[in-house]
């Protein structure tokens, strides 16, 4: 008992020190070995419906600059379901080159406190509020549509602020944005038509250059392309996105042209606003906030529109290692959990839960193979269409249920879990599990081996574990949060601090995900597809876990060759060949989130039932995670 101890607590301890280690890396490269001021702001704002508050941002002041040595400037707008840090490469580089960076949480992002409803909607359109919203995002203030309040999302008092910092050139500040921040990018230029440049990345194309009074709405603009962009009205509804350049609307309206463009050629001029220039790259819709070429192209744009003449080129990029450096903490502050549970296991109070697993019950491989295809089936079927309708019409309470793609996700979750209930209910009492005799301690549910007991103190003390374990993790994310100004995450937002609003969230959605990863992720892969054990334990949790992942998250596989492999080949999107491209955009560009998420905590998952022999632990543990990494990160209504 006392080595197991020991080897724990070394491991323990060493997760900590990497992890640790890394965020303050991580940090380094963030302020440039000390060459930028990194600091966390707020900055006042009064909505245009009278709403006083504030939106938070995140500064980057380049080593010198100061009143007496004001710098050019940029404001960054992130994506749909991002936040301030997802700017971050943008941002560390401009400012490498001398540029201060304002990096803000637009509504409902971040820790911002206003929600997504003050951008505002189309009130002729019906559903509910939160569909309407979702079908105005292309709507911007100067279409003067009834209902809209801020199309900026708050990016307009953003960049007033910055311009107004005596540290700042007032006639040299751009703008840029991802995917929803192009749209607050083309509202902030066309309310501040002082601004210097733009880079849209990923995001539709306005113009003309000229307006009829012969005056440029939008100064020297850079449009990033995706070549495999999943939302079609960032590919002007086309399939593929290779000839855009060759369309009216991209050489003529948008760049001026009398035939087509190129790509990654640079039209008009940039003393006269009428810079136009579209970079092609290879990467996906999310791809593009952190793509090399992109990141170049746009250093080099900004630097020649804001007459900036750095030390470095435009090829001088160190913004892949912070995000490796952060993406290693993130792993291995998770993979910690694993020696703290055994660690805990060893303990007086915590001892009892070490209970042996299951040994009479292993599923036959046949009914093993035809569960884990029944699940996987439906997971594929119901995905695309349940996550929809659950994001956007699906009728929840708009005032309590606000984390808009947990609403998605609960409802497919959920829905998996319903139908799943009642088929295992079938199997345990009239079919295959009644045959052999199967009872709910096989299952990993009952602490008697004969009948059903549920012992409420040992329940009681595996809640308790799971808020140590989880508090231990919050702690970590939030002390390297607000010593090192960085969270647990790699390029999108996983881990990070609550604010008091989504706290709440977090409480309200918990109990859903809990439903599906006691049974789905716990009763059902551990009960019912039973694996036997192997020689080795390291053998056991590898086969085990990649089994876990098979049935987890092989439904979502199909759904990913569906839409992406016809795209890879040139033809489209799986949705937009058979006519159903609104299926394509934010839970198909979500997967890649998911991905990582369910490797990593079935992996914990699979350990910890093999500790506890209950599926209690490992269930509770994931419901709390994927609950935190939702509702911290996401965008609210």
């Known amino acids: 008992m006392i080595q197991k101890r020991v080897r724990s607590l070394i491991a323990f301890f060493v997760c900590i020190v990497l992890a640790a280690a890394s965020i303050y890396l991580a940090s380094l490269i963030e302020s440039d070995f000390g060459g930028v001021s990194v600091q966390q702001i707020r900055i006042p704002i009064t909505t245009n419906n009278a709403i006083s508050t504030y939106i938070t941002a995140k500064l980057y002041i380049p080593d010198g600059v100061n009143s007496s040595n004001p710098a050019p400037a940029v404001l960054l707008m992130h994506g749909y379901q991002n936040d301030k840090d997802t700017s971050a490469a943008f941002a560390i580089e401009l400012a490498r080159r001398n540029i201060v960076a304002l990096?803000?949480?637009?509504?409902?992002?971040?820790?911002?406190?206003?929600?997504?409803?003050?951008?505002?909607?189309?009130?002729?359109?019906?559903?509910?509020?939160?569909?309407?919203?979702?079908?105005?995002?292309?709507?911007?203030?100067?279409?003067?549509?009834?209902?809209?309040?801020?199309?900026?999302?708050?990016?307009?008092a953003a960049f007033r602020w910055l311009r107004s910092r005596n540290y700042v050139l007032a006639d040299k500040v751009g703008i840029t944005g991802h995917s929803l921040g192009t749209w607050s990018t083309y509202t902030v230029a066309a309310e501040n038509p002082d601004h210097a440049a733009i880079v849209i990345q990923c995001g539709e194309v306005e113009g003309p250059v000229r307006d009829d009074d012969g005056n440029v709405r939008f100064r020297n603009v850079l449009l990033l392309q995706a070549q495999y962009d999943e939302f079609d009205y960032f590919r002007d509804y086309q399939l593929t996105t290779e000839n855009l350049n060759k369309s009216e609307l991209r050489y003529k309206i948008f760049s001026g042209q009398e035939a087509p463009v190129e790509w990654n050629k640079t039209y008009g001029n940039f003393a006269d606003g009428t810079a136009r220039r579209m970079e092609f790259l290879k990467t996906l819709h999310r791809g593009v906030t952190h793509s090399g070429k992109g990141i170049a192209a746009a250093m080099e744009w900004f630097t020649t529109a804001l007459e900036v003449e750095p030390e470095i080129p435009p090829s001088d990029l160190v913004y892949l290692k912070r995000e490796i450096l952060m993406g290693f903490a993130l792993l291995v502050a998770v993979i910690s959990l694993l020696p703290l549970c055994s660690l805990l296991l060893t303990a007086k109070m915590f001892a009892p839960l070490a209970q042996p697993l299951p040994d009479r019950y292993v599923a036959p491989r046949k009914s093993r193979h035809k569960t884990a295809i029944t699940?996987?089936?439906?997971?594929?079927?119901?995905?695309?269409?349940?996550?929809?309708?659950?994001?956007?019409?699906?009728?929840?309470?708009e005032g309590v249920f606000k984390t808009l793609m947990a609403g998605g996700l609960i409802l497919w979750l959920d829905m998996l879990f319903i139908i799943a209930f009642f088929m295992f209910r079938r199997w345990y009492k009239k079919g295959e599990g009644k045959g052999l005799g199967v009872t709910m301690y096989d299952m990993g549910i009952s602490f008697d081996r004969e009948k059903t007991v549920i012992d409420w103190k040992m329940i009681g003390k595996t809640v308790l574990m799971a808020m140590i374990m989880f508090g231990f993790l919050y702690a970590l994310t939030t002390i390297g949060y607000f010593c090192f100004n960085t969270d647990l995450r790699f390029i999108w937002p996983f881990l990070r601090p609550f604010t008091p609003g989504r706290f709440l969230q977090f409480l309200l959605y918990l109990p859903f995900f809990l439903l599906f990863f006691l049974f789905n992720g716990g009763i059902r892969l551990f009960g019912q597809m039973r694996?036997?054990?192997?020689?080795?334990?390291?053998?056991?949790?590898?086969?085990?876990?990649?089994?876990?992942?098979?049935?987890?998250?092989?439904?979502?596989?199909?759904?990913?060759?569906?839409?992406?492999?016809?795209?890879?080949?040139?033809?489209?999107?799986?949705?937009?060949?058979?006519?159903?491209?609104?299926?394509?955009?934010?839970?198909?560009?979500?997967?890649?989130?998911?991905?990582?998420?369910?490797?990593?905590?079935?992996?914990?998952?699979?350990?910890?039932?093999?500790?506890?022999?209950?599926?209690?632990?490992?269930?509770?543990?994931?419901?709390?995670?994927?609950?935190?990494?939702?509702?911290?990160?996401?965008?609210?209504?």
């Open 103 to 156: 990096s803000i949480d637009e509504f409902g992002h971040g820790e911002s406190p206003i929600g997504m409803r003050n951008r505002g909607y189309d009130t002729s359109k019906s559903g509910p509020d939160r569909f309407k919203m979702f079908m105005s995002f292309s709507k911007l203030n100067f279409d003067n549509v009834e209902g809209l309040i801020d199309s900026s999302m708050g990016g307009t």
């Open 375 to 397: 699940s996987i089936l439906l997971s594929a079927v119901l995905y695309p269409f349940v996550t929809q309708l659950g994001h956007g019409l699906f009728p929840y309470p």
């Open 531 to 637: 694996l036997k054990e192997y020689g080795s334990p390291a053998k056991t949790q590898l086969v085990w876990w990649l089994k876990s992942i098979y049935v987890m998250l092989g439904g979502l596989v199909i759904v990913s060759l569906f839409e992406y492999v016809p795209f890879l080949l040139g033809y489209g999107t799986g949705w937009a060949l058979v006519g159903l491209s609104l299926f394509d955009g934010p839970f198909m560009s979500a997967l890649v989130l998911i991905f990582p998420q369910f490797f990593v905590l079935f992996f914990a998952a699979t350990y910890f039932y093999r500790k506890t022999g209950k599926v209690y632990l490992g269930s509770l543990m994931t419901a709390l995670i994927v609950s935190w990494i939702t509702c911290g990160g996401a965008a609210f209504f």
